[in-house]
């Protein structure tokens, strides 16, 4: 026989083709997987990359500004290019005679030089000054205290008595050339003059959105005045301004030492020389509010410093140990009761000042030593540690919560940039209990968006993606065993035929249309019928046996035999029909009797679980519908590639058909078997439609089959949306998406093992 060399020749050459295409298709695949992998922890690593600071300027006081007079320090920075000339870096001082400075800090760069520079070289230059004052002349008075109140509001208390709340404003400019300035201007929010018998010794006044002003002053003998004035308007104009006085003298345990207001001016704080934090409820219906008296601390320590947190609920409070903590009104049975909540930074010494953020729930607190800590409120989490080479008197913070100034004892203003891109992310925040603003206790909790305080905890979706797949598993997996089971060894080859395309074809379907029938149809059905549903599942065992042994007497006829013999199945639908007929029948009176004719109220008044429309349940029954093919399609392959000559070899020994699949068949088949538990596990842990329009997508965490959930996939789908590009919330959902990885790769490299294994064990190559 003649050997056709070319045709060798060009099978060789073919065979060399293909493997060349399938190992670098292979390749393409594992890089791109590896590729995608590095692209989605990339995007959340920054997460975790802590906060910086750095010295951007270190200026001498103007001539004209007396160190010793400086009560304040402001500063702000506008990142307006990704140049550091670019930016707007302005601050301002206050002064005793109501002066505000307003100082440019200029860099080098910004005179056409290019090379780096030091902090030093950085020049102040005055921009504006702006004065204000309770009264002209030569007798003016002088301001005795500052307190900020938030951000760049300010109250002065002036020596005659006069409380004045004022707010620094930065009003951006540009010039001809399209260059930006800062222009700074002085709001006046509030000014409340105090009669001769209540010149206070320490003031704080706050304002709301409607221009009612609040102010608290401390007055001699240990009493605390609160004048709250108003502006009504009458239906022609005119504006009226009214003034309501409130003395609170009673339940005070020790000399207040400082105070603290909410913004809309109805919650009092002050702190007291022994260790007491006190707090009032200033109700305009009652003339003597109550005094509520805790002591903040096991020793009598005093409180140095208060200020209220953004958000306006939590009140951080500074000692003289240098503790800076946070206490919040918590509920109880009968009112609310404040306790402490976080403990923040230690300093040395004691606390002299905290500012609060603008934007988050960020603290500044300087210590005696004159170093400043940077903390988190809601992580409990100090962030950075400032000023501890150059120690410095007084504080300010920017409203953007980029920059902090500080003034040293040698009369020099030190400017430092902050980059805190995400203060709230710790691994506590994300898989930890928070106590967070207006709770009772700490939580495991997500809500992104329409707070104060974002939750990002990751606990309720990774619990929610669990619960899903869990009962979407109890759903699919038995009836794909069993249908694999059944159409692999009791049916007829014909049927098998028939039925096995069909049965993979459904893994065709679209998850959305999935999801669509399912929020339309299947969550409103069952909601009606779901006491009809739990009847059927308890009629379901009686009619089946009732109806086993009428088939005793119905088998011996021919007709009968033949469905026995492969076509089992069709004797399961006169019991189904049967069923759905008695629980549809039984329904409205068991529900009237035992559940006092409504179902969902008996639910939530016996066991407190309320009913969701969008519960367990349905997302089981979409969530499973969409495995099944997986699992029954591999599953069936497992069992159908046993050997014939093992089922012979069972039959033959007098075996049943069942016995032969339980003891012979499934132990052989288990590697197949248990590889496709764990795919169609690892499908329903990613599946995002149908979770995504059949759960309701309310992050909570209760087993109780009857509510929602929300899954690690859906809460990508539902925030991604809005989540702006390079914030905590968009990199939070790619940490998502990074632990839908990890899961999935887990979870398929366990059942890799476990399948070599069973393998080995049954011999099955």
Known sequence: MKIDKSTIRRSKVLDWIARKVITLGGILIIGSVIAIVVLIVSVTFPLFQGTDSELRAVVSLPDDVPGDDVLAVGVD????????????????????????????????????????????????????????APADGPAAPTIRNV?????????????????????????????????RKAKYALHTRGNISASEED???????????????????????????VLRETIEESMFGDAEKTTARTVLEEGIPGEITTLALNRDGDVLYAGTANGCLLRWQLDSDVDQPECEVIPAFRDPRAITALTMVFGEVSVAVGDEQGNVTTFSPVRTETSKKLRLIHRLSQHEGAVSDILPSRRNKSLLSLGANGTVSLDYTTSGKQLLTLAEERPVDKMGYSPRGNAMIGLDAKRNLLVWHIDCPHPEISWGTLFGKVWYDSHDEPKYMWQSSGTDEPKFSLVPVIFGTLKATIYAMFFAVPLALLSAMYVSHFTSPAFKRTIKPIVEVMAAIPTVVIGFLILLWAAPLMGRWIVALFAALLIFPEVFAAFMILWQFVRRFDWAKRVENGYEFIVLVPVLVVVVI???????????????????????????????????????????????????????????????????ASLALGASRWQTVRRVILPSASPGIFAAIMIGFGRAVGETMIVFMATGNTPIMEMSPFNGFRTLSANIAVEISEAPQGGTLFRVLFLC????????FML???AEMVRVRLRKKYGQY
Request: aromatic letters at 10%; charged letters at 20%; glycine letters at 8%.
């Open 77 to 132: 920075l506008v990142e307006i290019g990704r140049q550091r000339h670019e930016d707007s870096l302005t601050g301002y001082t206050v002064t005793k005679d109501g002066t505000f400075t307003f100082l440019e800090f200029v860099e080098p760069t910004q005179a056409g030089q290019t090379e780096s520079h030091r902090p030093d070289d950085v020049r102040a230059i005055v921009l504006d000054r702006h004065k204000v």
């Open 147 to 179: 307190v900020r109140s938030s951000g760049s509001e300010y109250t002065l208390l002036w020596s005659d008595g006069t409380v004045m709340l004022v707010e620094a404003v930065l009003t951006p400019e540009f010039d001809e050339l399209g260059r």
């Open 199 to 225: 010149r206070p010794t320490k003031a704080v006044m706050r304002a709301d959105e409607d221009g009612a002003a609040t102010c608290a002053m401390l007055l001699k003998g240990n009493r605390v005045a």
């Open 582 to 648: 008695l629980a549809v029948w039984v329904a409205e009176p068991l529900e009237t009797h035992l559940f006092g004719g409504d179902f969902r109220q008996w639910l939530f008044d016996t066991g407190g679980m309320r009913y969701d429309q969008l519960n367990s349940f349905v997302v089981a029954f979409g969530l499973g519908f969409a495995v099944i093919p997986i699992i029954f399609s591999i599953s069936e392959d497992s069992l159908s590639s046993i050997p014939y000559e093992l089922t012979a």
């Open 737 to 744: 998406a990074v632990l839908l990885f990890l899961m999935t």
């Open 748 to 750: 398929n490299t366990a």
